[in-house]
């Protein structure tokens, strides 16, 4: 089965774009030692929610060998049936990603994976010959810098995310079977941006704690599987609610 088929196989199940983001800040969670119990709570709570997972990795990262750790227990323990995908944002030449794309497709096993496109074509390469994986080029972020390149007009009017698309068009063409997304920040989804975004998987960040407004979406006849992400907004905000009740209610704002 296609990463695309998997995905859209589990938005169905929960009947929710909800992808929940699993950023953990030893600091709120009480010390380095507490983030694995956090982590088997904040994926326990939250399955029955989820139409993907997205952890990310700098905050594994920021704890050192033991976040890494983390990481790899918290994946193996994940439930099969929510595809996972790793917001790693990697870029470098074709060579050295091979090695990422074997770190997390086949070490790690993780269904889909955040690339940054700006070194071209041979640098996701590496990435599209993976049976029912899914790469996600950043195209618009959700930051305000997104403005600095990707959403400049290149001389024959189109914009620089319209070229990172150039990508996925291109492995589409030559039958590659990894499927190719986008992530596009709600928070800099305007019209002109979604009608020229292609109808594949979006992954969308910035609802919540970046304040990105879901009705921009409203009345896009799109059919890819897109799934909205909500991180501090789930783990780190009114924390008198559960994580499970948090989960329900963006579900709901998310219901398909
Ligand atoms: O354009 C982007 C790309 C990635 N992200 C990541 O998504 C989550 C958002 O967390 P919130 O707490 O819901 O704001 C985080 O891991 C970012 O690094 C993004 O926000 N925007």
Redesign the pocket.
């Known amino acids: 089965m296609r990463y695309a088929e998997k995905l859209q196989q589990r938005i169905s199940e929960v009947g929710s774009r909800l992808c929940v983001?699993i950023?953990p800040r030893p600091e709120l969670s009480g010390g380095v030692d507490e983030v694995p119990e956090f982590l088997r709570r904040v994926v326990g709570e939250t399955a029955a929610y989820a139409a993907a997972f997205k952890p990310?990795m700098a905050y594994f990262e920021a704890m050192g060998l033991r976040g890494i750790e983390m990481l790899q227990e918290m994946l193996q323990e994940m439930p099969k049936e929510v595809p996972v995908i790793l917001?790693a944002k990697r870029s470098d030449i074709g060579e050295t990603q091979k090695y990422y794309a074997k770190s997390y497709f086949e070490n790690w096993n993780v269904d889909a994976v955040t690339l940054n496109p700006f070194l071209g074509y041979d640098s996701i390469e590496p990435f599209l010959d993976w049976e029912g994986k899914g790469i996600y080029l950043l195209a618009v972020?959700?930051?305000a810098g997104s403005a600095d390149f990707q959403r400049q007009k290149l001389a024959d009017g189109r914009f620089v995310f319209e070229l990172v698309q150039e990508l996925g068009k291109r492995a589409i063409s030559e039958s590659r079977a990894t499927d190719v997304g986008y992530?596009v920040?709600l928070t800099n989804a305007s019209e002109e941006v979604l009608e020229r975004i292609a109808d594949s998987p979006l992954l969308i960040?910035?609802l919540?704690?970046?304040g990105g407004d879901l009705a921009s979406l409203e009345g896009k006849k799109r059919t890819a599987p897109d799934v909205v992400?909500?991180?501090?907004?789930i783990t780190y905000k009114d924390m008198d609610k559960s994580f499970a009740e948090k989960a329900k209610a963006w579900s709901e704002q998310l219901a398909v």
């Open positions: 983001g950023d990310n917001d972020t959700s930051n992530v920040g960040p910035g919540g704690a970046q992400n909500v991180s501090r907004g």
